[in-house]
């Protein structure tokens, strides 16, 4: 057998592990949306004022966040059975990655909700906003600022640790790649080939963090000159003229 | 009820070994990387960028059956004790080395030049200048990289090592019992989670009150 074979061979198992990709994608999309959105209300429930919510709500996000995805998955898909909920490997991957999702989210959402000055809502609350105009209109708009370059980050890892839903059966990329490899013996070739996939979507999505945390993340500071220049505008066109004048 | 306990506790010894030895391994092998990633040539630092984006890139789990099922398939086959704990170290260095490059950039320039102004030499610098800096700016990042860690572990089950989550697994097997076995497994891993972030704070508030910000 040549043993560098899988340097140029992996290519032809892209195809067979192309439906997986798609599985991959699906999963994280759904599981990224829900999980989000519970992260959201997550992280409101722990800023509750009462320390029965706030301190359940942390439960639930220390829980998400401190046990493996694995023991998650194997939760949700064997230890469910036990009250009588048999899930499905699909929506029990789904459930495990997005219990997961809302806790990490949660915290990512709590920090940027938690860098809005407290005068934003105050001022909101005294021009007679709803709480939810507030939230909608004064107060998401600034913290979406912050968290969302770590929730893209995410994002890339909930995308990566839907390789571990292999372990319930579901039909994703390395249950494909493992089918291919026990019928082959290719497997070098074959996780080669998974490997590129999942870099397929991750640098990319690196890429993409990487833009958003330079583009909305905590301004960098300005130089006094600079601000200055920003506040007045015709500062520039003053400063030719007088240059002008002086020159000439 | 208690033996199925000590049984999955039991576990614990690789879970720790696993994530222990790879941290130790990442922390140090870390360093080092970072005169790649700092280097003065554009060449270099697109090599170590390229290198620790495909690792970063694609997930552990492939990684360990890489190393596990391919390698084997090549000739040389490892144990699964030792194929995962190389690939967990390479990880952990790929993490570790961008944690550091993260820290060197929090060290302002002006304690370069007056480290350089009052003429010490390089090793001087980096050990009595730059490093505690370095060390106060990476440690709450490098104790989450561990923590991150001890979760990865938990892979390691799906090649055979006998940690907390295959040894869940076998209970449940026989036991049935899912939701108590790994409820059992997730519980240890919480435990483990605690004295990491407790001595990294210790860690942190020592240093920081050691060497007082400039």
């Known amino acids: 057998m040549n043993d560098f074979a899988w340097l140029y061979d992996w290519p032809q198992y892209i195809p ?7 599985v991959a994608i699906a999963m994280t999309c759904v599981s990224c949306l829900f999980g989000y959105v519970l992260g959201f209300f997550l992280a409101l429930l722990v800023e509750a004022p009462s320390k029965l919510v706030s301190y359940s709500a942390l439960v639930v996000v220390e829980l998400g966040r401190g046990i493996p995805i694995l023991v998650l998955l194997f939760l949700f898909y064997q230890g469910l059975p ?11 991957a789904v459930a495990a990655l997005t219990f997961s ?3 990490y989210s949660s915290e990512m959402i709590r920090a940027g909700l938690g860098a809005v000055p407290k005068g934003q809502s105050e001022a909101a609350n005294s021009l007679s906003m709803s709480v939810v105009d507030t939230y909608r209109f004064i107060v998401i708009p600034q913290a979406a600022r912050i968290s969302i370059p770590p929730l893209v980050n995410l994002t890339i890892i909930i995308f990566q640790a839907t390789s571990l839903a292999t372990v319930i059966t579901v039909p994703e990329i390395m249950q494909q790649a493992g089918i291919i490899g026990s019928a082959t013996f290719e497997y070098m070739s074959v996780y080669t080939a998974a490997a590129v996939l999942y870099l397929c979507i991750t640098i990319p999505g690196a890429a993409l963090s990487g833009y958003l945390e330079e583009r909305m993340g905590t301004p960098k500071q300005r130089s006094k000159k600079q601000a200055i220049k920003a506040l007045l505008p015709a500062a520039g ?3 030719t003229a007088e240059e002008r004048q002086l020159t000439n | 009820m208690f033996e199925i306990f000590a049984y999955i506790a039991r576990g614990a010894g690789w879970t720790i070994v696993m994530t222990f030895g790879s941290a130790a391994i990442g922390i140090v092998l870390g360093l080092p990387l970072l005169v790649l990633a700092e280097s003065k040539f554009a060449l270099i630092r697109g090599i170590y960028n390229s290198i620790v984006h495909v690792i970063r890139g694609v997930p552990t789990l492939v990684w360990l059956f890489i190393s596990f099922f391919g390698v084997g398939q090549l000739g040389i086959t490892l144990s699964p004790v030792t194929a995962s704990l190389l690939t967990l170290s390479i990880i952990a260095t790929a993490y570790m080395s961008e944690i550091y490059r993260g820290g060197m950039k929090a060290i302002p320039a002006g304690q370069w030049e007056a480290a350089g102004a009052l003429n010490l030499d390089r090793w001087s610098t980096l050990r009595f200048v730059i490093g505690p800096q370095l060390f106060r700016a990476v440690s709450p990042s490098v104790a989450t990289q561990i923590i991150g860690l001890l979760k990865d572990s938990a892979l390691v089950s799906t090649i055979g090592v006998a940690d907390l989550v295959f040894r869940a697994g076998i209970m449940t097997q026989y036991h049935a019992h899912g939701l108590y076995m790994f409820g059992i497994a997730g519980a240890v891993y919480l435990l483990l989670s ?3 972030a407790v001595f990294s704070r210790t860690v942190h508030t020592r240093i920081t009150r050691r060497y007082a910000v400039a």
């Open chain 1, 82 to 92: 036990q009250l009588g909920v048999l899930l499905a490997p699909y929506p029990a």
């Open chain 2, 194 to 196: 605690l004295p990491i």
């Open chain 1, 237 to 239: 066109k003053l400063r």
């Open chain 1, 16 to 22: 067979d592990l192309l439906p997986g990709l798609w």
């Open chain 1, 101 to 103: 999702a809302a806790g």
